[in-house]
């Protein structure tokens, strides 16, 4: 399965107003980066859980969350490694010469992988359920001028299409014969810059393609500009709101009473 961006449905987040969901992924990425306490992101897990469920997400994140498997293992085994040859003074649970893994290194490993496998899945969230235009849209109405709000859609975009072309260079390549994951840390590293080069080739083509297209349609930044769809502020953004404000206030809550 491949990440192609927005998925066309007709679930709760996809009727959600666009700036709702700008807000609540700026928010929730905000809390993700300054709590650490594994309790807080249990709870931010379980929340985005919910919401996949009921915006009929499920298969879309499991699919993520396998691509996304490699790294979060590096992302724990690097940090469990760093934190062995560190003494913190917590409760030994393995002590090998020099290499004493203790609970709270094992603590922090897990919650450096649950904080990436959030701000990702957070993200992907809001791509998979805003497209081009609506993330326009609520830029602008959030008093992001055009060109900006332009230029940020275009990121949101163009980010999965990396992650795509990143991935049918790397299938291209395996059945070459090349064995990207097999070997070392540093025979992974060597085969995997194969990949960079021809990335690099699509991601200027790309970027010709949308250049070529913006002078085409003569797009002109200091036009004021009108939208196709209109959307408004409904009960149902509200009670998502009011939902995961709920939510912040625990973790604000949680944060303050359990400091890491």
Same mark, same amino acid.
């Given at each position: 399965?491949?990440?192609?961006?927005?998925?066309?449905?007709?679930?709760?987040?996809?009727?959600?107003?666009?700036?709702?969901?700008?807000?609540?992924?700026?928010?929730?990425?905000?809390?993700?980066?300054?709590?650490?306490?594994?309790?807080?992101?249990?709870?931010?897990?379980? $929340?985005? #859980? %919910?919401?996949?469920?009921?915006? /009929? =997400?499920?298969?879309e994140i499991a699919g993520?969350?396998?691509? *996304?498997? +490699?790294?979060?293992?590096?992302?724990?085994?690097?940090?469990?490694?760093?934190?062995?040859?560190?003494?913190?003074?917590?409760?030994?649970?393995?002590?090998?010469?020099?290499?004493?893994?203790?609970?709270?290194?094992?603590?922090?490993?897990?919650?450096?992988?649950?904080?990436?496998?959030?701000?990702?899945?957070?993200?992907?969230?809001?791509?998979?359920?805003?497209?081009?235009?609506?993330?326009?849209?609520?830029?602008?109405?959030?008093?992001?001028?055009?060109?900006?709000?332009?230029?940020?859609?275009?990121?949101?975009?163009?980010?999965?299409?990396?992650?795509?072309?990143?991935?049918?260079?790397?299938?291209?390549?395996? $059945?070459? #014969? %090349?064995?990207?994951?097999?070997? /070392? =840390?540093?025979?992974?590293i060597k085969s995997y810059?194969?990949? *960079?080069? +021809?990335?690099?080739?699509?991601?200027?083509?790309?970027?010709?393609?949308?250049?070529?297209?913006?002078?085409?349609?003569?797009?002109?930044?200091?036009?004021?500009?009108?939208?196709?769809?209109?959307?408004?502020?409904?009960?149902?953004?509200?009670?998502?709101?009011?939902?995961?404000?709920?939510?912040?206030?625990?973790?604000?809550?949680?944060?303050?009473?359990?400091?890491?």
């Open positions: 399965m491949k990440f192609n961006g927005y998925v066309h449905k007709s679930s709760f987040l996809h009727r959600t107003e666009p700036r709702v969901k700008i807000i609540w992924f700026v928010i929730m990425t905000v809390m993700v980066v300054y709590y650490k306490h594994l309790l807080v992101l249990g709870l931010f897990v379980a $929340a985005c #859980g %919910l919401l996949w469920s009921m915006s /009929g =997400l499920r298969r993520m969350l396998r691509r *996304l498997s +490699p790294m979060l293992t590096l992302a724990f085994l690097t940090w469990l490694l760093i934190g062995s040859f560190q003494e913190s003074g917590g409760a030994m649970l393995v002590h090998f010469g020099r290499f004493a893994m203790e609970e709270s290194d094992l603590l922090r490993a897990v919650t450096a992988s649950v904080r990436i496998f959030l701000m990702v899945s957070v993200f992907y969230t809001l791509i998979m359920t805003t497209n081009f235009s609506e993330i326009i849209f609520g830029l602008q109405k959030l008093r992001i001028p055009f060109k900006a709000a332009f230029m940020c859609g275009l990121v949101f975009q163009i980010i999965p299409i990396m992650i795509s072309e990143f991935q049918t260079i790397a299938d291209a390549q395996r $059945a070459r #014969g %090349l064995e990207l994951d097999k070997g /070392g =840390l540093v025979k992974r810059s194969v990949i *960079l080069f +021809p990335l690099f080739v699509r991601a200027i083509q790309s970027g010709q393609s949308i250049s070529l297209s913006m002078h085409i349609y003569h797009l002109n930044f200091r036009q004021k500009r009108s939208s196709f769809r209109t959307f408004r502020i409904t009960a149902n953004d509200f009670q998502f709101m009011a939902s995961f404000l709920l939510l912040w206030l625990i973790a604000v809550y949680l944060g303050v009473q359990y400091p890491m």
